[in-house]
């Protein structure tokens, strides 16, 4: 009898304590419950005031070279792909000069860039590289042979390998918290810049064969003049 009262009261004291776990989890689940949605978002809020450290002129500017650049690139494989038409290179030429610009691109940005970045003032390499731009896409109307047309797209691609992604990362840095939406302008720009080639240099293209060639380089060669004066803010050491 005795050793079954004992496993009774052991029994009841361990349901006993099941219950207060229970009413104390669910009593913490309703305070949790109750809270308010901004005391529940508050770890979730940024640190940093909205507008703080965007730097809209600068992303403006950078912006607008995107779209020269992006013009560049695609005015040069719109015109390049009428002139192998016109010029009987064939698919292949044509072909094989893009697989030039494209391998001479991802080696330039894998191998060149870093290398580019820590020795060259970042305004001068911008120059420089819209520079290279512009002669390239000068050339190609005046090239006879697929190898002087490669010869141009090899310092086309060069300079696309180098003004792409420093733009964007000088974009992303002056956006500072907003640099998911600064990518996205920057995106906008790139599409706007394509979309104004392939116009442009199909209604230039019949008017005379090296024009959109012609209006592809000097619009690169503004942007050299524009990314000169272009200050770039480096941070101090700490």
Do not use: H
């Amino acid at each position: 009898m005795l050793q079954t009262k004992l496993s009774r009261v052991k029994r009841g004291s361990g349901s006993s304590e099941r219950r207060t776990i229970f009413v104390r989890r669910s009593l913490t689940a309703l305070r949790r419950s109750n809270r308010r949605p901004e005391d529940r978002l508050t770890t979730l809020q940024p640190t940093t005031t909205p507008g703080e450290g965007l730097d809209l002129r600068r992303i403006g500017f950078c912006l607008l070279l995107t779209a020269l650049v992006v013009y560049g690139i695609s005015a040069a494989e719109v015109g390049v792909t009428l002139l192998g038409k016109a010029r009987s290179f064939g698919p292949e030429g044509v072909s094989r000069l893009f697989v030039v610009c494209g391998v001479v691109m991802i080696v330039v940005q894998i191998l060149g860039l870093p290398k580019l970045a820590a020795r060259i003032n970042t305004r001068w390499a911008l120059s420089a590289a819209f520079v290279l731009g512009a002669l390239a896409i000068a050339l190609l109307p005046w090239a006879r042979s697929l190898t002087a047309m490669s010869l141009a797209f090899i310092g086309l691609g060069t300079s696309i390998g180098v003004l792409i992604p420093v733009l964007a990362t000088l974009i992303s840095e002056a956006a500072g918290p907003a640099q998911g939406k600064a990518m996205g302008w920057q995106a906008a720009a790139a599409n706007l810049g394509q979309a104004a080639a392939a116009t442009a240099t199909g209604a230039l293209f019949v008017a005379w064969q090296p024009l959109p060639f012609v209006v592809a380089a000097v619009l690169l060669g503004t942007g050299a003049a524009a990314a000169a004066l272009l200050v770039v803010k480096v941070p101090a050491a700490a």
